[in-house]
């Protein structure tokens, strides 16, 4: 296990940023659904930082929402895509490139911060402490951070076909109680959860607010 940053997943070409944007429109529709789902235990903000942004898909959805969105990727042509995208659904949304490690912003900057499928990409402990740590940072009132579920079958699975075939997991799952542990160092707490089933439904969206 490296606790050094890898950017490998970083959609700085073309046609991965076009790939990504063609993801199946049921499970867009759902994830989608999510958001909005938690944002009903979001009150009274008008900024939010959406990080990493990729395409765009969660931010011109928050955009329609009426709030003030700024999304942030390291991705190039994801950026350009998103850009085009928001333009073409009439929605302003403020794309920016940075780091999520070393973000140019002040503390609390924003009102919320959505953490949208990232953190299962980091199997290091210490490095989705040092994102939270920093998207945390820049968050006034709201955290939203996305986790994969270690009950759920698919989590399950990935396991022991890595006891028996030895075939790396590339998708980490991450519990409640340690996501809880991460933001409680930093001042949040638990107000929500969105998501199906966990059983069978990998993906949740947990919702805390600063204490």
Do not use: W
């Given at each position: 296990m490296s606790d050094k940053i890898s950017y490998a997943r970083v959609k700085s070409d073309v046609e991965s940023a076009r790939t990504y944007n063609?993801?199946?429109?049921?499970?867009?529709?759902?994830?989608?659904?999510?958001?909005?789902?938690?944002?009903?235990?979001?009150?009274?903000?008008?900024?939010?930082?959406?990080?990493?942004?990729?395409?765009?898909?969660?931010?011109?959805?928050?955009?329609?929402?009426?709030?003030?969105?700024?999304?942030v990727d390291l991705g190039e042509a994801a950026l350009e895509l998103a850009e085009s995208l928001?333009?073409?659904?009439?929605?302003?949304?403020?794309f920016e490139r940075h780091d999520l490690f070393a973000l140019p912003y002040a503390d609390r900057a924003?009102?919320?911060t959505l953490c949208f499928r990232l953190l299962h990409h980091f199997e290091s402990p210490a490095l989705r402490g040092r994102l939270l740590d920093e998207l945390c940072r820049v968050s006034a009132r709201y955290m939203l951070v996305s986790r994969i579920s270690p009950l759920s079958v698919t989590s399950m699975r990935r396991r022991l076909r890595l006891l028996l075939t030895g075939k790396p997991i590339k998708q980490y799952s991450v519990s409640a109680r340690e996501l809880?542990?991460?933001?409680?160092?930093?001042?949040?707490?638990?107000?929500?959860?969105?998501?199906?089933?966990?059983?069978?439904?990998?993906?949740?969206?947990?919702?805390?607010?600063?204490?």
């Open positions: 063609q993801r199946k429109q049921s499970k867009h529709t759902q994830e989608m659904a999510m958001i909005e789902d938690a944002m009903r235990h979001v009150r009274g903000i008008a900024t939010l930082l959406d990080a990493p942004c990729g395409v765009g898909r969660a931010s011109i959805a928050l955009a329609r929402m009426g709030l003030q969105v700024t999304g928001a333009a073409e659904a009439k929605v302003p949304v403020r924003f009102d919320a809880h542990a991460e933001m409680a160092r930093n001042g949040f707490e638990p107000v929500a959860k969105s998501g199906r089933f966990a059983l069978f439904h990998s993906l949740q969206l947990q919702v805390y607010s600063r204490k």
